[in-house]
């Protein structure tokens, strides 16, 4: 029996022992298994964080890119607006040099009608004093007719007139 507690005394302590560092062995075991899975957890994000950068980096350049050509194209509309305002201005002044033939122009035909009318008038006043003139050889300059102003035309005797 001493025998077997010799035996008993040597091996007890080596299965509590052996069972204490086995329940250590699991515990670490499980705390490898948490870690491992946080590393895993920290890879994945590590390369989703990596994806997010490479998504951004293109952005920027897409960004960079349109920005660039942004400033290309309002440099070319303002060429072309200082194209325009010089063709604007040209316009402006031809435009203000037709408006002013024109009034010219109106001056113009205001004066010939008024001239036209004119000539109209003395030309009616002309032909109906052309049927009053003298004709007889006794009226001349200096010498009047003894009978006073009578109608040379023979369609107009005996019509009375009156002066205007």
Request: aromatic share 4%; with cysteine.
């Amino acid at each position: 029996m001493e025998t077997l507690t010799t035996i008993i005394n040597w091996v007890w302590p080596l299965l509590v022992g052996g069972g204490g560092v086995g329940l250590l062995f699991l515990r670490s075991r499980g705390r490898e298994a948490r870690a491992a899975a946080a590393k895993a957890e920290a890879e994945a994000r590590r390369k989703e964080f990596e994806a997010y950068e490479l998504r951004i980096e293109e952005l920027h350049k897409q960004i960079n890119a349109a920005n660039k050509s942004n400033t290309e194209l309002t440099e070319r509309i303002a060429t072309l607006n200082r194209g325009l305002d010089g063709k604007t201005d040209r316009i402006r002044g031809l435009t203000d040099k037709l408006i002013e033939s024109e009034r010219a122009l109106n001056v113009a035909n205001a004066s010939i009608t008024r001239l036209t009318e004119q000539r109209d008038e003395e030309r009616r006043l002309k032909d109906k004093y052309r049927e009053w003139h003298c004709r007889s050889n006794v009226c001349q300059p200096g010498k009047p007719d003894p009978d006073g102003r009578r109608p040379p035309n023979p369609n107009i005797i005996g019509k009375q007139f009156q002066n205007e």
